[in-house]
């Protein structure tokens, strides 16, 4: 009985180094090289090179229906009227009396 409480203690020493060791060895390696990362600003001469900014210029237009702001290159316009969707664009008559 006792050599098979040796073998169990033995069977779990060994799966703890392991597992120690495998997660030594997933780890990322932060220890050391802490400098150096990130883009390095001394690229080119004088053209500042910023992060990806997507271009959201984009002009805003008022649905003359709702009053829902949105993109002006998705308006829909009727008679020099901007509307969010076609539906508005169509039905402008059945705006609510008052
Ligand atoms: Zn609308």
Do not use: N
């Not at 090289?33 to 910023?50: I, L, T, V, W």
């Not at 829909?76 to 664009?89: N, Q």
């Amino acid at each position: 009985m006792t050599r098979l409480l040796f073998w169990i203690a033995l069977i779990i020493l060994v799966v703890w180094a392991v597992r120690s060791k495998v997660r030594a060895m997933m780890a990322p390696p932060a220890q050391g090289m802490g400098q150096g990362m990130g883009p390095d600003p001394r690229q080119g001469g004088g053209d500042a090179r910023y992060r990806r900014v997507p271009d959201e210029t984009e002009s805003m237009a008022c649905c003359a229906e709702c009053g829902l702001y949105f993109p002006a290159s998705e308006s829909v316009r009727v008679d020099g009227r901007d509307y969010c969707s076609p539906a508005h664009a169509r039905q402008p008559s059945l705006r609510k009396p008052g």
